[in-house]
C-alpha cells in the first residue's frame, strides 16, 4: 500500500507544485526554499542535531515551550525546525529569534521516499519530534530505517481523523505502529489513538498551556486598547473561510451601539477577501496594517465599525486589547481552534458548535464557567452584546479563564520525561 501511495504522490507531484507556485500569488513565501520541498538543502555540518517538526504556525506556538526546554537540556546540539506553511516559518523565526544560532528552519520534503531519505542523510538527526498531527507514512518508515527514533507529541486525533484514519488502514496504521512514543492532550486523543496500535503512550496534556504570553504583547494590547478607544470590544479571532461572511451577516443585522468588532483571519492569505468581503457590506474599517500604535495617534473615530487584523504574531495583542473573544473556525465543520491564548489572557471565551479538534478542552473550559457555547452567528452577536452589558459575568468569565488556563500548565515537563529515555536511544 505504501508503493501505491508513493507512486501517487510521484504522478501528482507536478500538480502539488503548480498549486504551490498558484498560493503564491497571494502568499508570497509559497514560492521560496522549493527546492527543500524536494529534499535539496544548502550545506550543513556534521553535528548532533535534533529535529522538530510543526506543520504551521499553530503547532509551532505549540512547540515553544518543548524547543526551548530541548535547547537548555541538550546544550551541545543543534535543533532543526521544519514547517509545511511559510505561516509556520515566519511564526518560527519571530519566536526563537534569540536563539537563531542553535535553530535551523527548513521545510520538511514531500512525503517521497528518496525525498525523506536526503533530509534523514543530509541532517542525520537522533530524534524526530512530531508535533500534534502530522503522522507521513513514509516519514516515519524512513526514520525506522535510519534508526531514529520518533516521537508524536502534543498528539491529538478527533472522532472524524480516526475515521479518515482507519479508511485507509493498511497505510496508517503500520505509521502509527512505527511509532516510538506517543505524548497525547487527553484522554479521549490517547483512546483513539490507541486503536490506531499506537505501543508507548502517555497522556501528557496540552503544552499550549505553557507558553508563556510575552510581556510586551499585553503592553501593546494596553496601547491597542486605548487607539481604539472607550467602545466595548468584541474579538472574532482565527476565523475561516466560509465564517467570516456568516458573522458580517450577523454582525449586521445585529448591530449594538458603543461596540466595535474586531476580526483576525486564520490565514494572511485572506486577508484581502475578508477586506474585500467588509466593503461589500458597507462597513467603515482600519487595518491593523495601517495603524502606527507607537506614533500616539488619536482614537480611532467612532464611525468605524470594524479593524481588520491582517497582522501575523500579535493574537495576544489582539486578546489582550478586547472584552469577550470568540474563537473562530467554530461556527463551520472545521473542528475549531484551541481557547488557551484567550484563557491565558484572562479574556471571556465564546466558541460555535464544531469544536471536535478540540473537544475535551473546549467541555472542560465551559463546565470551568470559562467559556460559553453557543449554536449560529446570530445567537453568537446576541449573547455577546448581552454579555458586554453585564461586567460582573464578563469579569467572573475572565478570572475563569485564568484560573483554568494555570491549573492546566505542566504538560512540557511531563513530555520532556517521556523524550529524555527516547534521545537517549537515539
Known amino acids: 500500500m505504501r508503493l501505491l501511495y508513493t507512486f501517487v504522490w510521484i504522478l501528482s507531484l507536478p500538480v502539488v507544485l503548480l498549486r504551490l507556485w498558484m498560493r503564491g500569488r497571494q502568499e508570497p513565501g509559497y514560492r521560496q526554499h522549493i527546492s527543500e520541498r524536494l529534499g535539496f538543502y544548502p550545506a550543513y555540518p556534521q553535528q548532533k542535531t535534533l ?21 537548555a537540556r541538550y546544550p551541545q546540539q543543534h535543533l532543526i525546525l521544519s514547517h509545511m506553511t511559510p505561516t509556520g516559518r515566519t511564526t518560527g523565526a519571530l519566536l526563537f529569534a534569540d536563539v537563531s544560532g542553535r535553530i535551523t528552519q527548513v521545510f520538511v520534503p514531500y512525503d517521497i521516499t528518496w525525498m525523506i531519505k536526503r533530509f534523514l542523510r543530509h541532517f542525520s538527526p537522533s530524534v524526530c519530534v512530531l508535533i500534534e498531527t502530522e503522522v507521513w507514512p513514509n516519514l516515519v518508515a524512513q526514520c525506522q530505517h535510519f534508526a531514529v527514533p520518533v516521537a508524536l507529541v502534543n498528539a491529538r486525533l478527533s472522532e472524524k481523523s480516526l475515521k479518515k484514519a482507519l479508511k485507509l488502514s493498511s497505510l496508517i496504521l503500520p505509521a502509527a ?4 512514543c506517543v505524548a497525547a492532550q487527553s484522554g479521549p486523543d490517547a483512546a483513539r489513538l490507541q486503536s ?6 502517555e497522556i501528557t496534556g496540552n503544552m499550549k498551556f505553557d507558553v508563556t504570553p510575552p510581556e510586551h504583547m499585553a503592553e501593546r494590547g494596553a496601547r491597542l486598547r486605548h487607539w481604539l478607544g472607550d467602545r466595548q470590544i468584541f474579538l472574532c479571532a482565527s476565523t475561516r473561510d466560509g465564517e467570516e461572511e456568516l458573522l458580517l451577516n450577523a454582525f449586521v443585522a445585529n448591530r449594538k451601539a458603543n461596540t466595535l468588532l474586531v476580526i483576525t483571519p486564520r490565514h494572511p492569505q485572506r486577508f484581502e477577501q475578508v477586506a474585500a468581503m467588509l466593503a461589500q457590506h458597507q462597513l467603515s474599517f482600519v487595518r491593523r496594517s495601517a495603524m502606527d500604535l507607537d506614533a500616539g495617534e488619536n482614537p480611532l473615530p467612532a464611525s468605524v465599525d470594524v479593524v481588520l487584523g491582517d497582522s501575523m504574531g500579535e ?12 474563537v473562530g473556525g467554530s461556527l463551520v465543520n472545521l473542528g475549531g481552534h484551541n481557547l488557551i491564548e484567550a484563557c491565558a489572557m484572562a479574556k471571556p471565551v465564546m466558541t460555535g458548535p ?12 465551559i463546565a470551568a464557567q470559562a467559556a460559553l457555547r453557543i449554536a449560529n452567528p446570530d445567537q453568537l452577536f446576541q449573547q455577546a452584546w448581552s454579555l458586554l452589558d453585564e461586567q460582573a459575568t464578563l469579569r467572573n468569565m475572565g478570572q475563569n479563564a485564568h484560573s483554568f488556563f494555570l491549573q492546566h500548565q505542566g504538560a512540557t515537563s511531563r ?12
Not at 196 to 201: D, Y
Not at 415 to 426: A, K, P, S, W
Request: hydrophobic share 50%; net charge negative; charged share 15%.
Open 51 to 71: 529535529w522538530v517538526h510543526a506543520v504551521s504556525a499553530g503547532e509551532t506556538r505549540a512547540a515553544e515551550p518543548l524547543i526551548r526546554a530541548l535547547l
Open 315 to 326: 493574537m495576544y495583542m489582539y486578546y489582550a486589547a478586547c472584552d469577550l473573544a470568540f
Open 354 to 365: 464544531y469544536t471536535f479538534n478540540f473537544s475535551e478542552i473546549t467541555e472542560q473550559a
Open 196 to 201: 490506531l496500535g499506537v505501543h508507548t503512550l
Open 415 to 426: 513530555t520532556m520525561n517521556m523524550l529524555e529515555d527516547v534521545i537517549r536511544i537515539g
Open 177 to 180: 505502529q512505527a511509532i516510538t
